[in-house]
């Protein structure tokens, strides 16, 4: 019996879906979601130009339709088919294999990318399965992507072949159409800000766990990705999720050695992300995109810079470092909640780091989520990015070339390039 076997039996949706034995060696496989999308052969030109790894390759395909599709995405779905068809017969030459599989409209309620990443990563946990290889790591892309040319090598490099790696987020770029001057880049380039100035805003603050959560820009190894339960069924944010399983799992990293460049297009796919953000700025011509306001992470920053001292600390001064508090922050925690959270925490860990750590788990990134939302309804108002962005650099001592947009965008880039 595999490393696999008995949580493939338990979890995956679907039996075996290809009869194709992967080689001995194979080392990385990549998952794709197709959902409406005729033009996927521009990632299979990117993923065919990628300079091979040492280890062997296989993409997987998983093609798939919602219950609600209409005619248009019916005829996507099998335009997608015939279009990979074609480019199997003219590219037939390639360092991996490439594995397509058709779930039609699925009877599983509930029908969306998370059931489809977690079908092409279950399937992906076989075949790794088969060959008993559990330090093989799984990739997450989208169809519409493009990805660097030393992809799989870095891959390979930094998460196959190390150890103590188990799994992470790979650097991303997103693609701003063929007009940088165009509407939809000028907003997909202000996203982009808002995604990088999040990040760089929690890390301001001092949450230790901070990380990007693309999709289209994940890698775990197998035996990790079946400890942390496999891939929800969300039909959005399911990278968000799957990401908080992997995390605690220790191990998660940034790969920023190579890149993954998602699409800017307008998107209905899934409620929120990269696709619906765009449609939403499209649909309401709003000029800049509005971000949380950077004094919500001032709050944050104050609580997490002193939030492992509260493990010496009796009931009395847990409850005077409560009302010392900023107002965000307690409107958000009330003081019984409180009290009785941080009295948990402590009967529960033996000193200073594991309170920490534990606090942490708390107070994660569901929790900073929640507590965000709950202070923009009412205490502070959303801010346009590029004033937010700045405001973050200003605070953090560093000097931005301009507040344009994208130098602010650069800047951002530059400092998660070298992180």
Not at 21 to 31: K, N, R
Not at 91 to 120: C, H, M, Q, S, Y
Not at 235 to 242: H, L, M, N, S, T
């Amino acid at each position: 019996m595999g490393f696999a076997a008995k949580w493939l039996a338990e979890k995956s949706l679907f039996p075996r879906l290809f009869e194709e034995i992967p080689d001995d060696d194979t080392g990385i496989v990549a998952v794709v979601p197709a959902y409406n999308e005729p033009g996927i052969t521009t990632l299979l030109d990117s993923l065919a130009s990628c300079n091979p790894p040492r280890c062997r390759v296989e993409i997987i395909i998983i093609v798939n339709l919602r219950s609600d599709a209409g005619k248009e995405a019916i005829l996507n779905h099998r335009k997608c088919i015939e279009n990979i068809n074609i480019w199997v017969k003219e590219n037939p030459d390639n360092f991996f294999r490439l594995l397509v599989f058709d779930t039609g409209i699925p009877e599983i309620p509930g029908w969306g990318v998370g059931l489809a990443r977690k079908t092409g990563m279950d399937e992906a946990v076989r075949r790794f399965d088969s060959i008993d290889r559990p330090e093989g790591v799984i990739v997450c892309l989208d169809a519409d992507c493009k990805v660097e040319k030393n992809y799989f090598e870095a891959i390979a490099e930094n998460l196959l072949y190390n150890n103590k790696n188990k799994a992470c987020s790979i650097y991303f770029e997103h693609l701003t159409g063929e007009s940088p001057d165009s509407q939809i880049a000028r907003y997909i380039i202000q996203y982009e800000l808002h995604l990088r100035y999040y990040l760089w805003a929690l890390k301001f603050a001092g949450f230790p766990d901070a990380c990007h959560t693309v999709g289209s820009a994940i890698a775990v190894k197998a035996l990790s990705y079946i400890r942390a339960g496999g891939m929800n069924r969300r039909q959005a944010g399911e990278d968000f999720y799957f990401i908080q399983k992997l995390i605690p799992a220790g191990g998660y990293f940034t790969l920023n050695s190579t890149t993954v460049y998602p699409s800017c297009r307008e998107s209905l796919r899934v409620p929120f992300g990269t696709g619906a953000a765009m449609s939403k700025l499209m649909r309401e011509q709003n000029d800049e995109y509005l971000t949380y306001n950077f004094d919500a992470f001032t709050e944050l920053a104050i609580l997490f810079s002193s939030a492992g001292g509260l493990y010496y600390s009796d009931l009395q001064i847990t409850s005077e470092y409560y009302q010392r508090l900023p107002p965000g922050l307690r409107s958000f925690i009330n003081e019984e909640e409180w009290l009785k959270k941080i009295n948990e925490i402590k009967s529960n860990t033996s000193g200073h780091g594991s309170f920490t750590k534990r606090f942490f788990g708390w107070f994660n990134m569901f929790r900073i989520v929640k507590y965000l939302n709950h202070v923009h309804d009412g205490l502070y108002e959303k801010q346009p990015v590029t004033l937010a962005a700045l405001s973050l650099l200003r605070a953090a001592g560093q000097n931005a070339a301009s507040s344009a947009a994208q130098d602010l965008l650069n800047h951002f880039r530059m400092l998660d390039k070298n992180s």
